[in-house]
């Protein structure tokens, strides 16, 4: 809730370590935005791989 209250976007695809290191650095916004944009990247990448899954089971 911190992480909403301070306005860091797209805080719910952080892991544990990122969102603390966004937490600590939370006057460096370039620092921020790094870290914020290198975890939406791990997301996006991952997305729709589940469904590929389950065709090759069918």
Avoid: C, H, P, Y
Avoid at 22 to 51: E, F, M, P, Y
Wanted: avoid cysteine; charge should be positive; hydrophobic fraction near 40%.
């Amino acid at each position: 809730m911190t992480a909403k209250e301070r306005g860091v976007k797209n805080f719910r695809v952080l892991n544990k370590q990122e969102l603390t290191d966004v937490l600590k650095n939370i006057g460096d916004q370039k620092a921020v935005d790094a870290i914020v944009a290198g975890a939406v990247a791990r997301w996006k990448s991952g997305w729709g791989k589940g469904k590929d899954k389950t065709k090759a089971k069918a």
